[in-house]
C-alpha cells in the first residue's frame, strides 16, 4: 500500500524473517508517518532482542529542495542520524551511489539512504558494470589544500567545490553522516586550522552543529579562526520562487571562507 507507516512496518516483518529488504519512500516528507516504525521498531530491534534478530535492510527516499512544494522539499538526515541504531549514508555522485548501496545492502544494521533529488540527472560518469562496495563510515577527501578545510555532504558537496575554488582548501565528502569519519575530518582540521561546514538542512541542530562540535572538543587547539556554518535557514522551505534564496549557494561559500581565512 502507499501508506508510509505500512511500507515500514512491512520491512520490519520481512527483516525480522530473515530477508534483506529495500523500502522506498516517495519524498522525504513522506518519511515522516513512518517515523514510529523506523524509530522504536527498526533501529531498536537488535537492542530490544538482545541480538537475537537482526533488521538489516535499506531505507531509500529521495531529498532536498527540488522547486516543489515544502513536504517535497526537507533535508531531515539529523532526525536519522540522532537515531541509535541506524546508519545513514548521502551519495554525491552515481560512482559513490552505486558503492554505497552495494555495502548498505551488506551492513548488520538497517541503513538510511538519501538520494539528493538534484542531482538524479548530474552529474553524470561512466560506472563500472561489476560489483564493488565503498565502506560506510569513510569520508573522501575529494581536493586536498593548506589554507581551509569545507566539510560537506550530497548535492552541497558541489556547491561547496564551486564556492572553494579559488582557494587552497581540503574539500570533504562525509558520504555517511552515521558513523561520522571523525579522523579525516580532524586531520584535516589540524593541517589547515580553519573549518567551513555546508549543507542543505537547517542551521539549528543540524549536522554541521554536531561536527563543530567534535572539532571543538577534540581539536579545539587546531583552531586559527571560528568555525562556520553554510547552511539554509531556519525557515520553513520557501516556495519554489524563493528556494534559491534559502539554499546554500557558491557565494556564501565564498563569503564563509574568506571570513575565516581573515584571522
Same mark, same amino acid.
Given at each position: 500500500p502507499l501508506a508510509e507507516i505500512s511500507i515500514a512496518g512491512i520491512f520490519v516483518g520481512l527483516a525480522v524473517g530473515g530477508y534483506i529488504p529495500v523500502a522506498e519512500f516517495q519524498f522525504d516528507g513522506f518519511t515522516f508517518p513512518a517515523f514510529d516504525q523506523i524509530f522504536n521498531h527498526i533501529a531498536r530491534y537488535r537492542n530490544r532482542t538482545r541480538g537475537r534478530y537482526f533488521v538489516r535492510g535499506v531505507i531509500r527516499f529521495p531529498y532536498?529542495?527540488?522547486?516543489?512544494?515544502?513536504?517535497? @522539499?526537507?533535508?531531515?538526515?539529523?532526525?536519522? +542520524?540522532?537515531?541509535?541504531?541506524? #546508519?545513514?549514508?548521502?551519495? &554525491?555522485?552515481?560512482?559513490?551511489?552505486?558503492?554505497?548501496?552495494? @555495502?548498505?545492502?551488506?551492513?548488520?544494521?538497517? +541503513?538510511?539512504?538519501?538520494?539528493? #533529488?538534484?542531482?538524479?540527472? &548530474?552529474?553524470?560518469?561512466?560506472?563500472?558494470?561489476?560489483?564493488?562496495?565503498?565502506?560506510?563510515?569513510?569520508?573522501?577527501?575529494?581536493?586536498?589544500?593548506?589554507?581551509?578545510?569545507?566539510? &560537506?555532504?550530497?548535492?552541497?558537496?558541489?556547491?561547496?567545490?564551486?564556492?572553494s575554488k579559488e582557494f587552497s582548501a581540503d574539500v570533504i565528502d562525509l558520504r555517511t553522516l552515521s558513523p561520522l569519519d571523525t579522523k579525516t575530518i580532524l586531520s584535516s582540521v589540524e593541517k589547515t586550522g580553519r573549518l567551513v561546514i555546508v549543507h542543505e538542512a537547517p542551521r539549528t541542530a543540524g549536522v554541521g552543529a554536531e561536527i563543530a562540535a567534535l572539532v571543538s572538543d577534540k581539536g579545539l587547539f587546531s583552531l586559527k579562526a571560528p568555525i562556520k556554518r553554510v547552511t539554509s535557514y531556519d525557515i520553513v522551505d520557501p516556495l519554489s520562487k524563493l528556494e534559491d534564496y534559502n539554499i546554500p549557494s557558491a557565494q556564501r561559500v565564498t563569503k564563509a571562507i574568506k571570513e575565516v581565512l581573515s584571522y
Open positions: 532536498g529542495a527540488v522547486h516543489s512544494l515544502e513536504h517535497h @522539499s526537507d533535508s531531515p538526515e539529523a532526525y536519522f +542520524v540522532h537515531t541509535p541504531g541506524l #546508519k545513514v549514508v548521502i551519495p &554525491s555522485n552515481p560512482f559513490d551511489a552505486k558503492g554505497l548501496l552495494a @555495502s548498505a545492502l551488506r551492513s548488520e544494521d538497517p +541503513v538510511v539512504f538519501m538520494e539528493p #533529488k538534484r542531482l538524479y540527472d &548530474s552529474p553524470k560518469m561512466q560506472i563500472p558494470e561489476e560489483p564493488y562496495t565503498i565502506p560506510i563510515g569513510r569520508a573522501k577527501l575529494v581536493r586536498e589544500g593548506d589554507d581551509v578545510t569545507v566539510v &560537506s555532504y550530497g548535492a552541497m558537496l558541489h556547491v561547496a567545490l564551486e564556492g
